[in-house]
């Protein structure tokens, strides 16, 4: 059974997602305030958390800190209106798991947070094409495209294999059965390449692996495995 822990300072909104996300019988929500969400989250231990970051009484990049800094710390993902800002941007690179609109459809909804609770990373659309802009942009230099491939040239064939697959949104399960390994060999596998890209997670592991494989200079050799 996953637990979800919905921070929001907005009784009606947080309950109707506490409300959806009940309706599955693999699923059970509780509900927060930003003041009392790190406490609460101690306490029902969540597997994963749906935080407003802008919630009132608290600093949501800090509630996002103290979350992420909790010993089996959950799956953390942002919960924003439409219009995206900078503030979204910044909590996936502090370690943000994924980025979900306020209105995302209930069918959605349930599949991100199973996708969340099994180690996804879950972005929207417009998340996902804001975050890969702002990737085309950096690597208009060349130090950040050259870092990038110095960086995954560190890796095994079978590392950067997992890499491209982490790029692409898939699961540990999802990359196991594509590779037919098991998914405790995945995770490790994603473990020490998060060590060699010295990244927090996989949002940050895909904008390197997005940075790498742009074009305009010929890769750098690789490892063999």
Known sequence: MTLTLIVDDQPLLRAGLQM????????????????????????????????????????GFGVLKDLLDLPGSPRVAVLAPPVMD?????????????????????????????????????????????????????????DATLAARRLTALLSVREQEVLAMVAEGLSNADIGRRLVIGTGTVKDCVSDIFAKLGVANRVQAAVIAHRAQRPGRAPLPTRAA
């Open 86 to 142: 900078e503030g979204v941007l910044r909590a996936l690179r502090m370690g943000a798991a994924g980025f979900l609109l306020r209105d995302t459809g209930p069918d959605q909804l349930l599949a991100s947070v199973r996708a969340l609770a099994v180690g996804s990373t879950v972005l929207s659309t417009m998340a996902a094409s804001r975050l890969l802009s702002e990737v085309a942009d950096d690597v208009r230099h060349t």
């Open 20 to 59: 959806i996300i009940e309706s599955a019988e693999d699923l059970r929500a509780k509900v927060a305030g930003g003041a009392e969400a790190v406490a609460e989250a101690r306490r029902c231990r969540p597997d994963v958390v749906l935080l407003d970051m802008q919630v009132s009484g608290a600093d």
